[in-house]
């Protein structure tokens, strides 16, 4: 069992910055070899963002957000980061983060989810 509690959500106006945060916990956190982020939309399917291995810190982004956003984790706190910078009103959607057994990025392939945090951009 593993628990996931996100933060760092809220109002910002398009081209400024947020910090989200996901803490980990739970006895088969071990397991997991990657953090990620995904993102969801009103009427829309949730879409990978970008995610982190925990081991060698290998990075994966979304096109859409590459050069824009940034992961980081600190294993020894279990957590990890996503740092939004040059937000759009394209961002906006619930935030989650989510753990994988394996090197992927579809929704299906992570078994653990926080409870989400809206990010809202205006412009």
């Known amino acids: 069992q593993v628990q996931l509690v996100e933060s760092g959500g809220g109002l910002v106006q398009a081209g400024g910055s947020l910090r989200l945060s996901c803490v980990a916990s739970?006895?088969?956190?071990?397991?997991?070899?990657?953090g990620g982020w995904f993102r969801q939309a009103p009427g829309k399917e949730r879409e990978f963002v970008t995610a982190?291995?925990?081991?060698?810190?290998?990075?994966y982004y979304a096109d859409s957000v590459k050069g824009r956003f940034t992961i980081s984790r600190d294993n020894a706190k279990n957590t990890w980061y996503l740092q939004m910078n040059s937000l759009k009103s394209e961002d906006t959607a619930v935030y989650y983060c989510?753990?994988?057994?394996?090197?992927?990025?579809?929704?299906?392939?992570?078994?653990?989810w926080g409870q989400g945090t809206q990010v809202t951009v205006s412009s």
């Open positions: 989510a753990v994988t057994r394996v090197l992927g990025i579809r929704p299906d392939e992570y078994d653990y």
């Open positions: 739970g006895r088969t956190f071990g397991k997991y070899i990657m």
């Open positions: 982190v291995s925990w081991s060698g810190g290998t990075t």
